[in-house]
């Protein structure tokens, strides 16, 4: 939680609300068991001093530019550390949990304060969108990968379901019809720039990496160990994206047939991983893959765009073909292997052809 990348005066305050924290009998969590915990309450807990004092603290974490922090629950205690250091950003799922707080809080009480929190939240949403429909990871973007359309770990799928749920819930009626058409025009551009950046082979749409040029949609690598390539992961959600489009276009159903048969294409047989114990190891286990002509199909989280094939990698970022061939490091600290498509391909796809049997070709 506290990493070294922070300045000490933040440090500090993490250590202090961890140490409170502590004091209460409870450990400290991370984003997702913040804000998120608390958008699904029934209307009226929203009214009662219980949900106030969890704005406040929420208030207290939301950046100069409208966003919130990641990776640190902003609802438990308020925080009172440097301002300046507050870097707010769209990843590990900052900043639409505690919008959605907001909306609800605001739709029970009526307090100017939290639709002033909201707007500007929204605000840093949309003004953080590229001309081109993209949305990087953090913004302002920087010079790293951040800057990417980010698809990694659903960032921008999540905000632009966000922008879907603020649509269709009677909780944010409270946005104004003007507001509404300009959400309208973000969200139908960030369809646009999927389309773009689908990934074709040989004349044939597959799927999209987990991050792309934010000038001209090529797939790109972020972290050391994560290499261009195809994403066995990501590329799910946005596929749901897509599926959840009322009236999709021909493009859109183009792209949703393309990327599931991708995902039959690249699918892993005969395998599963199994977690063993490894006394030796440093953490006591290693993961392994073995032979299993019973398992069900595995997908990769990475693979090489022009042969299908999966990419493992250590922090070198020299591509590998088996998970055995790179470090305990690596191997134990990432999800290389898993079985993201596999709702989609046996129960989601099948239900959305048939609701849009006349917009897909047989």
């Known amino acids: 939680m506290c990493s070294r990348s922070l300045g000490f005066r933040r440090r500090l305050a993490l250590a202090l609300a961890c140490l409170l924290l502590l004091v209460a009998g409870r450990s400290p969590s991370l984003a997702k068991d913040g804000a998120r915990q608390y958008v699904k309450k029934p209307t009226e807990w929203y009214a009662t001093p219980d949900a106030k004092r969890i704005a406040a603290n929420i208030l207290t974490y939301q950046s100069d530019l409208g966003g919130w922090p990641k990776n640190i629950d902003t609802t438990s205690v308020p925080y009172s550390g440097d301002r300046k250091q507050l870097k707010p950003t769209f990843d590990n799922g900052a900043t639409t949990d505690e919008l959605r707080f907001f909306a609800h809080i605001y739709d029970a009480t009526k ?47 999540r905000l632009m379901r966000f922008l879907q749920e603020i649509e269709h819930s009677p909780v944010y009626d409270f946005v104004g019809r003007e507001r509404r058409a300009t959400i309208q025009r973000a969200f139908d551009h960030g369809i646009d720039c999927i ?51 009322d009236s999709p276009s021909p493009q859109v159903v183009a792209a949703i047939e393309g990327a599931v048969a991708w995902f039959e294409e690249a699918k892993l047989t005969g395998i599963r991983q199994e977690e063993r114990p490894d006394p030796a190891s440093p953490k006591g286990h290693n993961k392994v893959v073995i032979n299993d002509p019973s398992a069900p199909p595995m997908w990769a989280r990475f693979y090489e765009i022009s042969t299908n094939r999966p990419i493992f990698s250590d922090r070198d970022g020299v591509p590998k073909q088996n998970l055995a061939d790179i470090g305990y490091e690596r191997r134990n600290g990432y999800a290389w292997l898993g079985y993201w498509p596999q709702r989609l391909l046996t129960t989601e796809y099948p239900a959305w052809r048939k609701r849009h049997a006349a917009d897909v070709k047989p």
């Open 111 to 157: 307090d100017e304060t939290y639709r002033v929190a909201f707007d500007r939240g929204l605000t840093y949403i949309l003004n953080a969108q590229y001309p081109n429909g993209g949305w990087p990871q953090f913004s302002p973007p920087g010079k790293k990968y951040n800057r990417y359309i980010t698809f990694n770990d659903d960032a921008m799928v």
């Open 195 to 245: 389309l773009k950046c689908q990934i074709e082979v040989a004349g044939k749409k597959t799927a999209w990496c987990a991050q792309h040029d934010e000038h001209d949609f090529r797939p790109r690598p972020a972290r050391s160990y994560e290499l261009v390539s195809l994403s066995g992961a990501e590329s799910v959600d946005v596929v749901r994206l897509l599926m959840s489009l």
